[in-house]
């Protein structure tokens, strides 16, 4: 893995590309921010509900990157094809599809929380729930849909869609 060599990297793109395992393993870095990037860092004390709303985010924390580790193994490990395309394509769609549900997930959340008149902190905590629970929900299905495709035996007869003024970049 290059990590300031670009022109050792660029040299090993043109010429032989990437192993998968080389691939996975920018993937994982790449990933690190955002799994990192944890929206309570600001908030300190030591009220109960501080600490759930750590617990449930470290909990997120080893689901997300569990789940990227399994995705590899269930694509092949390093004897698989095209895993990045398939985890950030796939990961793409199933995104997409899962916004209603994370939008009503969210908005009853706070809907319940109004109208019970529910404090701030447990309000955080449901959402935190919530959302790692649609988490947990995404990477299962992102498992199935990229096992799905690792034992799919390619159709011949279909070729892909190449777009033309694409293939000069």
């Known amino acids: 893995m290059y990590l300031v060599d670009i022109d050792g990297l660029k ?18 870095v790449f990933l690190v921010p955002y799994y990192f990037g944890n929206p309570n860092v600001g908030i300190r004390g030591a009220e109960p509900w501080i600490a759930a709303l750590w617990v449930a985010w470290i909990i997120g924390l080893f689901v997300g990157i569990g789940a990227t580790v399994l995705c590899y193994r269930r694509n092949g490990g390093s004897g698989g094809r095209h895993f990045l395309q ?5 990961s793409w769609v199933l995104s997409i599809r899962f916004t209603p549900l994370t939008l009503v997930v969210w908005l009853s959340i706070l809907g319940f929380g109004h109208f019970v008149g529910a404090s701030k902190a447990l309000v955080r905590i449901l ?38 003024a694409a293939t000069d970049l």
């Not at 010429?15 to 393993?25: D, H, S, V, Y």
Request: with cysteine.
């Open 127 to 164: 959402v935190q729930v919530g959302f790692l629970s649609i988490g947990v929900l995404f990477y299962c299905r992102l498992l199935h849909h990229i096992h799905e495709v690792a034992q799919a035996i390619p159709n011949k007869s279909v070729q892909p869609t190449v777009d033309p």
């Open 86 to 90: 398939r985890y950030l394509s796939l």
């Open 11 to 28: 040299t090993e793109l043109k010429n032989t590309g990437l192993a998968e395992k080389e691939k996975f393993k920018y993937l994982l």
